[in-house]
């Protein structure tokens, strides 16, 4: 079992930026493939980024490739995503995710642990 909380999220202005993390629990944190997923108000919840287990590997939806960061820390059982060139489009609640699976199959949803969610509102 896989605990994921997430922290970081905020209001920030169009432009801006912000780190999320998500810290996870359990010593098995390397073996699990990394993801952040966000859902709008009114819309179905996306895939964001993820990462694999090395990190050598990080995938991320067209819409924010060049704005946002994904990376891990194993050392630290955190994982990140770094926000900059936020647009009020990002708006969402964000959500870490952990998969047994790959990081280019988290790309279609997969995954096996959520956390709870943290709020990203980018105003205009």
């Known amino acids: 079992q896989v605990q994921l909380v997430e922290s970081g999220g905020g209001l920030v202005q169009t432009g801006g930026s912000l780190r999320l993390s998500c810290a996870a629990s359990?010593?098995?944190?390397?073996?699990?493939?990394m993801g952040w997923f966000r859902q709008a108000p009114g819309k179905e919840r996306e895939f964001v980024a993820a990462?694999?287990?090395?990190?050598?590997?990080?995938y991320y939806v067209d819409s924010v490739k060049g704005r946002l960061t994904i990376s891990r820390d194993n050392a630290k059982n955190t994982v990140y995503l770094q926000m900059n060139s936020l647009k009020p489009e990002d708006t969402a609640v964000y959500y870490c995710?952990?998969?047994?699976?790959?990081?280019?199959?988290?790309?279609?949803?997969?995954?096996?642990?959520w956390g709870q969610g943290t709020q990203v509102t980018v105003s205009s």
């Open positions: 995710a952990a998969s047994k699976s790959t990081a280019q199959a988290m790309r279609l949803g997969e995954s096996d642990y």
């Open positions: 359990g010593r098995t944190f390397g073996s699990y493939a």
């Open positions: 990462i694999s287990r090395s990190g050598g590997i990080s």
